[in-house]
């Protein structure tokens, strides 16, 4: 493997790109690691990644069932944000944020990233009210919010229907403008790259079958690979989190649900900036390529197929029309779905466990791409150490029987109702 430059690009231009090297190395298991980590989506091979960097724990080996970012990572609406009122919350995304602004530089790969800024719309002026409240919130801590009018929101998005007969008039909105998108396979390949260049072993097709214990701890794996002897484990498996935890005998208070997004045909650049339902859960963007990607609501019940249903699609693209009722004629490309990992307090779970070097990575809601960067940096240094870093302890699984739990919607232990 080596770092892509500008003269490999020439080079490999001359000869229609026809000799560029495998990207990846197919490498088999060993049977021993000092750390493997299951998931070889955007958190654990970012955690592979900063463990290999910031620790210089390199005898690692990352783990997926399929293939690299295959699994949720592929499977979102790209949204990179940190507009939280909570402050754990919002410190957490924030440092992801600031990492995803020169993520490209430091891993030798094009994420794509795009601060394009993100417009929360509001549809009355007690919701507008609300997110003053946020806004102020974001600012006491150091992110930048702002305000908009309607009018400043008709200058920005010119096709956004701003007529106060509108279905869903619109009264204002929040903006953070450091906000963007990234390109999610890119992520996963970046990361997975960069870690195998720091000697990490990434292995595809290799799904785990049970966690080996021995008095209170961690001792092994098994896998469909065989056997793999090692003193630490983390999970970074998203929908699969409660199937893995339990082989381990813990319990997560976690439920699963199918999120479903879709993109338009591609047309000429007329969204630039990611926009917001404030009455549905709906939100829009536009990908280089000019597709309009969006996504809504969960499926309304626990599932663990990534084959959704139509009525999750149509109430999405309902909400979508009654934002933009130019975008009526345009073609529905193509969907696909993910499985979420939702907890009861709609906050992840970043975590030691009762099983010494065990660690969990889940209950990510809608949410875990947006955190990638960062939660490789906690999670990487969690199983370095065996401590739980500062942006990680609001996040311990404990504080379901504490109390202390980190409702940023409030709407108590109803996890389908938290986005």
């Not at 997926?64 to 499977?75: P, Q």
């Not at 403008?177 to 990490?200: M, N, P």
């Not at 010494?356 to 939660?375: E, H, L, M, R, S």
């Amino acid at each position: 493997m080596k770092n892509y430059s500008i003269w490999s690009l020439f080079r490999n231009a001359f000869s229609g790109h026809c000799n560029w090297p495998q990207a990846l190395p197919d490498v088999a298991p060993q049977d021993q690691y000092d750390a493997v980590i299951v998931g070889g989506g955007g958190h654990g091979l970012a955690a592979a990644y900063y463990l290999a960097k910031n620790h210089g724990v390199t005898n690692i080996a990352v783990l997926e069932k399929s293939w690299l970012g295959g699994g949720n990572v592929a499977r979102n609406t790209t949204i990179v944000r940190s507009n939280y009122f909570h402050e754990a919350r919002g410190r957490l995304t924030e440092q992801a944020l600031k990492l995803w602004e020169n993520l490209s530089r430091e891993l030798n790969f094009n994420v794509m990233f795009s601060p394009r800024g993100i417009i929360n719309l509001a549809h009355s002026t007690a919701q507008l009210d609300d997110y003053a409240r946020l806004g102020n919130a974001m600012t006491v801590r150091g992110v930048n919010a702002e305000l908009l009018t309607v009018g400043q929101i008709k200058q920005l998005v010119p096709c956004l229907d701003t007529r106060p007969e509108a279905r869903f008039p619109i009264t204002g909105g929040l903006m953070q403008r450091r906000a963007g998108t990234a390109r999610h396979d890119a992520v996963a390949w970046g990361y997975g790259r960069a870690a195998a260049l720091r000697g990490v072993d990434i292995v595809q097709n290799c799904e785990v079958t049970g966690i080996v214990r021995q008095g209170g701890k961690v001792i092994g794996i098994d896998t469909t690979r065989g056997r793999i002897r090692t003193p630490k484990v983390g999970i970074c498996v998203a929908g699969a989190s409660s199937r893995v935890s339990e082989m381990a005998e813990i319990r997560l208070p976690l439920e699963n649900h199918l999120l479903q997004a879709c993109v338009t045909e591609p047309v000429k650049p007329i969204l630039n900036t990611i926009v917001t339902h404030g009455l549905f859960n709906f939100y829009i963007s536009q990908t280089d390529k000019g597709e309009l990607v969006m996504g809504g609501d969960i499926d309304g019940y626990n599932r663990y197929s990534t084959f959704g249903e139509l009525p999750p699609l149509e109430a999405a693209i309902r909400a979508c029309l009654s934002l933009f009722p130019s975008f009526s004629r345009l073609r529905l490309m193509r969907t696909w779905g993910g499985v979420v990992d939702m907890s009861m307090d709609g906050s992840p779970i970043l975590s030691k466990t009762s099983l010494d070097g065990f660690y969990i990575n889940a209950g990510w809601c809608y949410g875990g791409f947006k955190a990638t960067p960062a939660v490789g940096q906690v999670l990487a240094q969690m199983m370095a150490t065996d401590e739980t870093p500062e942006l990680a302890a609001p996040f311990v699984l404990d504080r379901f029987h504490s109390g202390h739990i980190i409702a940023e919607e409030g709407k108590g232990p109803k996890p389908w109702l938290y986005h």
